[in-house]
Structures are given as structure tokens and as C-alpha cells.
């Protein structure tokens, strides 16, 4: 779907602070605030913002660490409906963040969100390495999230200028 | 000593007149949970692929001295920039010194053509170092003051009045630091005109030319018999988030330019050789991240200027730059009265108006190079100061 320069430049204000006042928004776009929340309105029915989140560093609350693993899965597509039927039998599990379709030495990239690394442990040879078209799987653990979606998690961003200056 | 040190000290020094920012800025540094919009520069970090060429560099050992021009890559990369961004052709060879800031360029272009006496047109309100630079080099600065009412724009016949036997040079500001106001094309040519009728030379400072918001920019040397008349100054401070660097360049005719470049080799040698790598990539792969800054800059003027309105304070929607110039009158307060009430009651540090020359009273300068979050909060407390008022 084609956007207008305002609807665009809404989505992109947007996906950088879901959380600005919409009167803040409004006056950036230079637009009123009945017509920005229109735009936002229609951008959510069309399903082209999905949703808002945050993005948590859960490492800094005790007891929900939790543990990531990115998966390579190897499978055999199956005539008339390709990878698509195996994505989705995949991508329906609740544990499962991410689910990707590859060029390459893999298939699939599923990205597993778990408590621990025993609950993935399990995930892997018990619902995924079991599936008929599933021929193998490569998990690796996320030791260290840098940077995510964009956001640089420990950032030492303070301004570093000096008070004023001409 | 015999004599009082004071004494020793040249008189064109003694005599500049200390900067009006000095003041607040001791005061500011001195608070505590200040939001400063007093700051007169970009609040992004330079890009990391410029730091990491300029890393490169030095991981490769390019510490020794460059040619007195500049390395003769980034030369060229700067008239290719030149001509891509503002169509306008210089020779790399001959016509283009890199400087040490947009700073350095200013004060090579006045005393490569002030004689003792000669006088400059200053449009004020102006940055504070033209007048200055201008004395310090023996020449005399001339005020023009441009007004509110207008935006703040240039009127040809101001300049017309201010013109005597003596003057020989005007400097030029689009977009303007302290007013954000930019000029358009038309109104460069009516200039044009006065400048080539009275034979004068225009050095035109287009440190801001990247941050322009709403209409095509005009380069001045761009206006039809402008170039050969135009000592052209720009640099990577403002649009490339580059203050700290201290990189700028000249581009000027070939007689100009060599004048120029006969001070530079002199008084500075070159500019900073890391610094140099640094620009070049800035130039070869720099427009995105520039586009992406002036696209977030525009939104937060958009904001804080509608904002400053709506709390009274009557702004026009500056072009360009990053400053928005309000008008205070309307609380009968004085800029300076206004700055210092401001910051001392509620923490925000701005400006006055006045240090930028006389049309300047009644005006206070507003950088939103700020994030948005602490541009929300200047405008809650800005509110609140009014209403007390
Ligand atoms: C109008 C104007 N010219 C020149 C400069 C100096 O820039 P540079 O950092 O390149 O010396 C500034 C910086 O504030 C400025 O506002």
C-alpha cells in the first residue's frame, strides 16, 4: 500500500517512541491532533504498525534472564505448498519469537525464546527435530545481546557538549 | 616589567568586546539539571563510519603533515560535493584550501582582502565572531540590521545605506545562526545585483547549507557573476555533526584562493591530517546520514517552534539550521533580564538575543539540537516561567 509523506513520516516517529504524546506527533508533522490520530488509527487498522512493545533488557530482572537460541533447521519442502506448511507448524509454538526463511547452508532461522537452556534443550528434540520434514537442526545459544531491533542495550550516550556556545 | 602588562597587549585587542555568552555559560556550568538549549551544535555523535576511517588512518600511520591545502582526495571530494550538492564548480588544484573549521576559513578570507581601513558589512543579527575576526584584521566591521517584522531577512537597500567609499566586503549567513532564516533564490539574486552594481566581495558562510528544511538551497556563488565575486565557506561542523574536528574549507577563485593559501601556509601549515581521512569518508558515504539527522532536526523544529507559539512566544518557522529566535517582548523583559530569569527559575539555558548584535534585543536564541524528550521538558518549564511572569 502506498503512504502519503505525513502517514510515513508518522510510521517512522512511531517505530523509533511508540510511547510520544500524540499532541508531540502531531505538532512534529505539522498537522492537527484529530488528523495525526486519524492517520495512526488507519496505520493500525491496516495492520501496518501490528503492535507496540517494549523492548526489555530482561538480564536485569532477577529470576527472568531467560535464555535465546537462534535454530538452523534443515527440511524437505513438500510439493504444492513449499516450506510455508513447515514454517507454520513451527512458528505456532508460543516459545518461538522469530521464524525466517533462508538462502543458504539451512533452511529455516527460528529464533526460541526459554527459561533455561534445558527447556530449549527439550523444545529442539522433542517438538522441532521431530517433525516429518525436518531433516536436522543447529541450535546456538545467545550468550550476549549487543545491540537488538535497532537499540544498543548498554549505551554510555550522555551528552558529552559543553553547556553553550556560540 | 616596567610597564603594566596591559600595556603590551595590542589595542585592536584590548578593545574587542568580550562575547556576551560567556556569562551564561559560566552560570549554566555552574547549575546543576540545566536543559541546555544555549548549545550551537549538533547533539549527534559523529557517524561511526567517519570515526572509523579516521581510526583507519591512524592505525595506518597518517600522522605527518599534509599538503598546505589539504590531502588533494578530500580537495577533490570537495568539489564534487560542491557540485552535486549546490552546482557550483571549483578546481580542486587551485581553487580549494581545507581549513581548520568554517572558523579558520572566515578569518583566511577577511585578511586575505582587508587593507587597514577597508570596511566589511556585517548583517546582524550575526555569529558572534564576524565583527571581531573583521577588526582583527584591521578592517572596520559595519552593522546591518536586519528585523524581526521580516524574518530577519536581508533587504537590498539596507545594504544600499550602508555602503561607503570604503567598503569592500559583506558576509553573508544562509541559513543564519542565530535566526535560522535562510535565503531563497530570488532574494540572493536582488542581493547579486547591489553587490555587482557597488563592485563588492561577498564571503558567504554556508556552514548550515545540509540543514535546510523546506525549500531548495541556494548556494550565493550558484547566483549568475556571483562566483568570481564570492569567497565560499563551508564545512563539516553542522551538517555532518563534525564540530569537534575542526574541518572547514574555502573555495574561491584561483586569485583569492591563493592569497588565502599563501596565510594558511603560514599561520597553520594544514588542517589535522586524521581529521582530513575523517571528512572523506564523510563525503564519499555521508548522505544518508545526513539525510536521516536533517530528517529528525526538521521534526523537532516542526515541534518546538509550533510549541513556542502556542506558549506566546512569537517564532517564525526558521528555514534552516537548528535554532529557533523568538520574540519576547511580549513580556516586556529584556533578552538578557529573560535568559538569566529563565535559567536561575526553571533550569532552561537559551541564548539572548543581544549577543548577536543589536536587532538581536528582544530575541532569544533556541537550539533544538536536543532530543525531543528534553525539548518537551524545556517547553513544560518554559510554560511555567511565563505563566509566573
Ligand atoms: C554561522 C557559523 N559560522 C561558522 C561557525 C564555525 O564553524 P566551525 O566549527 O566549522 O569552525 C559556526 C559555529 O557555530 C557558525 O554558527
Redesign the pocket.
Same mark, same amino acid.
Do not use: L, Y
Given at each position: 500500500m502506498k503512504l502519503t509523506d505525513k502517514e510515513l513520516e508518522v510510521v517512522e516517529i512511531l517505530s523509533k517512541n511508540a510511547r510520544l504524546p500524540l499532541e508531540t506527533i502531531a505538532k512534529m508533522v505539522s498537522l492537527s491532533i484529530e488528523e495525526t490520530e486519524q492517520i495512526v488509527r488507519k496505520l493500525e487498522e491496516e495492520k501496518v504498525i501490528v503492535q507496540y512493545a517494549a523492548i526489555v533488557d530482561w538480564r536485569k530482572i532477577d529470576g527472568h534472564e531467560g535464555v535465546t537460541a537462534m535454530i538452523d533447521v534443515k527440511v524437505t519442502p513438500k510439493r504444492g505448498v513449499g516450506f510455508d506448511e513447515v514454517a507454520e507448524r513451527i512458528y505456532r509454538f508460543p516459545e518461538v519469537k522469530s521464524v525466517y526463511l533462508m538462502s543458504g547452508a539451512y533452511d529455516l532461522s527460528v529464533v526460541i525464546e526459554g527459561r533455561s537452556m534445558s527447556e530449549i534443550a527439550k523444545f529442539v528434540s522433542e517438538k522441532l527435530s521431530t517433525l516429518d520434514s525436518v531433516i536436522s537442526t543447529t541450535t546456538h545459544f545467545i550468550l550476549k545481546k549487543y545491540k537488538h531491533d535497532g537499540t544498543v542495550f548498554e549505551q554510555g550516550d550522555q551528552d558529552k557538549r559543553i553547556v553553550m556556545s556560540? | 616589567m616596567t610597564r603594566a602588562t596591559k600595556t603590551y597587549l595590542s589595542e585592536t585587542v584590548v578593545n574587542l568586546k568580550p562575547s556576551g555568552i560567556r556569562r551564561f555559560f559560566d552560570l549554566a556550568a555552574s547549575m546543576e539539571g540545566v536543559i541546555s538549549l544555549g548549545v550551537?551544535e549538533p547533539d549527534f555523535v559523529t557517524s561511526w563510519s567517519v570515526r572509523e576511517a579516521c581510526i583507519l588512518s591512524l592505525e595506518q600511520g597518517y600522522t605527518s603533515y599534509t599538503a598546505n591545502a589539504g590531502l588533494l582526495e578530500l580537495r577533490e571530494e570537495i568539489a564534487a560535493y560542491l557540485s552535486r550538492r549546490f552546482h557550483v564548480e571549483y578546481a580542486p588544484e587551485t581553487e580549494i584550501i581545507v581549513t581548520v573549521?568554517? &572558523?579558520q576559513a572566515?578569518d583566511l578570507a577577511l585578511r586575505a582582502i582587508i587593507n587597514p581601513g577597508d570596511e566589511v558589512i556585517v548583517v546582524e543579527p550575526s555569529?558572534v565572531s564576524y565583527a571581531p575576526l573583521v577588526s582583527l584584521a584591521g578592517g572596520v566591521p559595519v552593522s546591518v540590521q536586519t528585523d524581526g517584522k521580516q524574518e530577519f531577512k536581508l533587504q537590498p537597500e539596507q545594504i544600499e545605506k550602508a555602503i561607503t567609499s570604503r567598503t569592500k566586503a559583506m558576509i553573508l549567513?544562509s541559513p543564519n545562526?542565530p535566526t535560522g532564516t535562510v535565503l531563497n533564490r530570488r532574494e540572493l539574486e536582488a542581493i547579486g545585483a547591489i553587490v555587482q552594481k557597488h563592485d563588492l566581495i561577498v564571503i558567504s558562510?554556508e556552514?548550515y547549507a545540509e540543514l535546510v528544511y523546506d525549500e531548495p538551497y541556494t548556494s550565493f556563488p550558484a547566483i549568475p557573476h556571483m562566483q568570481e565575486r564570492t569567497i565560499l565557506v563551508n564545512?563539516f &561542523?553542522k551538517g555532518f555533526a563534525m564540530?569537534g574536528w575542526r574541518l572547514?574549507f574555502v573555495a574561491a577563485p584561483k586569485e583569492f584562493a591563493q592569497a588565502i593559501l599563501k596565510i594558511h601556509q603560514y599561520a597553520m601549515m594544514c588542517a589535522p591530517t586524521m581529521a582530513q581521512y575523517g571528512a572523506i569518508e564523510a563525503l564519499k558515504n555521508g548522505d544518508n546520514d545526513v539525510e536521516e539527522m536533517k530528517k529528525s532536526y526538521r521534526r523537532r523544529r516542526n515541534y518546538f517552534v509550533q510549541s513556542l507559539n502556542e506558549m506566546g512566544l512569537s517564532c517564525h518557522l526558521p528555514g534552516g539550521a537548528f535554532y529557533a529566535f523568538p520574540s519576547i517582548k511580549a513580556t516586556g523583559l529584556t533578552s538578557e533580564q529573560f535568559a538569566e530569569q529563565l535559567l536561575l527559575e526553571e533550569k532552561v539555558a537559551v541564548v539572548p538575543g543581544s549577543v548577536f548584535g543589536k536587532s538581536g534585543e528582544g530575541y532569544i536564541r533556541c537550539s533544538y539540537a536536543s532530543s525531543l524528550e528534553q525539548l518537551q521538558e524545556a517547553v513544560k518549564r518554559m510554560k511555567r516561567f511565563l505563566a509566573r511572569l
Open positions: 556560540p | 550551537g573549521g568554517a &572558523s572566515i555569529f549567513c545562526n558562510d556552514i564545512g &561542523s564540530t572547514g
